[in-house]
């Protein structure tokens, strides 16, 4: 497992190069009007890792925040790609005892959540290497409650996003939640990934584009 995946530098410097990124907004994701259009622009010029054309809504954070199900208070909650942090807000309000531990790899993003969500960890790095951020902040993997992704698997690299669900499925004791979403169930289920049983998915048409929520538990 630990084979598959690649290093921090090297996966960061490729998948940079790969998807044509120039600057710290690439991937631009937020919940403000500011950020929509920065968002806009960026999915124009980078549409691999921004995967959308719109910042998700409340109503999918909430369906998001809400698939994780009953956690223990002191566990750790671990997100994947917040963008400027609509899900993780909605993490936070959702379990106020929990620590929330938020991975993303652009810099002008993990400033802006910094600033706005003190409470929460907010790691600069890629998800690839979920394992070595934990380790960093010396958090066990038996405390990882779930995984919430918001990132856009399908239009990343395929040696990434395989990379990342390794990296999930190293991370998340058995048992547990990873909650995924997506425009396309059906592009998805190709991932079919490895070591994760699926639950029922939801939809969610009150978001721009409707999406999916696809709830999977970590299973042998
Ligand atoms: C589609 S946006 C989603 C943002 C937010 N969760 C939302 O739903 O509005 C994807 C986010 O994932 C980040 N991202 C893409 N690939 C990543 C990786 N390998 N590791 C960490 N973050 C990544 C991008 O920088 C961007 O902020």
């Not at 993997?141 to 190293?170: C, K, M, Q, Y």
């Given at each position: 497992?630990?084979?598959?995946?690649?290093?921090?530098?090297?996966?960061?410097?490729?998948y940079?190069?790969?998807?044509?990124?120039?600057?710290?907004?690439?991937?631009?994701?937020?919940?403000?009007?500011?950020?929509?259009?920065?968002?806009?622009?960026?999915?124009?010029?980078?549409?691999?890792?921004?995967?959308?054309?719109?910042?998700?809504?409340?109503?999918?954070?909430?369906?998001?925040?809400?698939?994780?199900?009953?956690?223990?208070?002191?566990?750790?909650?671990?997100?994947?790609?917040?963008?400027?942090?609509?899900?993780t807000?909605?993490?936070?309000?959702?379990?106020?005892?929990?620590?929330?531990?938020?991975?993303?790899f652009?810099?002008?993003?993990?400033?802006?959540?910094?600033a706005?969500?003190?409470?929460?960890?907010?790691?600069?790095?890629?998800?690839?290497?979920?394992?070595?951020?934990?380790?960093?902040?010396?958090?066990?993997?038996?405390?990882?409650?779930?995984?919430?992704?918001?990132?856009?698997?399908?239009?990343?690299?395929?040696?990434?996003?395989?990379?990342?669900?390794?990296a999930?499925?190293?991370?998340?004791?058995?048992?547990?939640?990873?909650?995924?979403?997506?425009?396309?169930?059906?592009?998805?289920?190709?991932?079919?990934?490895?070591?994760?049983?699926?639950?029922?998915?939801?939809?969610?048409?009150?978001?721009?584009?409707?999406?999916?929520?696809?709830?999977?538990?970590?299973?042998?």
């Amino acid at each position: 497992m630990a084979g598959k995946v690649v290093t921090e530098n090297v996966t960061h410097r490729r998948y940079v190069s790969k998807v044509g990124l120039t600057g710290p907004a690439a991937g631009v994701c937020s919940i403000t009007m500011r950020g929509t259009l920065m968002f806009l622009g960026q999915m124009a010029s980078h549409w691999r890792t921004t995967g959308a054309i719109a910042p998700s809504g409340p109503s999918l954070a909430r369906a998001m925040a809400k698939m994780v199900g009953d956690i223990r208070p002191g566990q750790v909650v671990l997100e994947l790609g917040p963008g400027t942090g609509s899900f993780t807000k909605e993490l936070v309000r959702r379990f106020p005892h929990n620590r929330i531990v938020a991975v993303e790899f652009n810099s002008v993003f993990v400033r802006s959540l910094r600033a706005a969500l003190p409470g929460v960890t907010v790691v600069e790095g890629c998800a690839t290497q979920l394992p070595k951020h934990l380790n960093d902040l010396g958090i066990a993997v038996e405390d990882v409650a779930a995984v919430v992704s918001g990132l856009p698997l399908l239009s990343l690299p395929r040696h990434i996003s395989t990379g990342i669900l390794n990296a999930v499925a190293e991370v998340l004791p058995m048992g547990r939640r990873y909650v995924q979403f997506t425009y396309s169930k059906r592009a998805w289920r190709k991932f079919d990934p490895p070591g994760f049983r699926s639950h029922p998915s939801k939809r969610v048409w009150l978001n721009v584009p409707p999406a999916v929520v696809l709830p999977f538990t970590r299973a042998g």
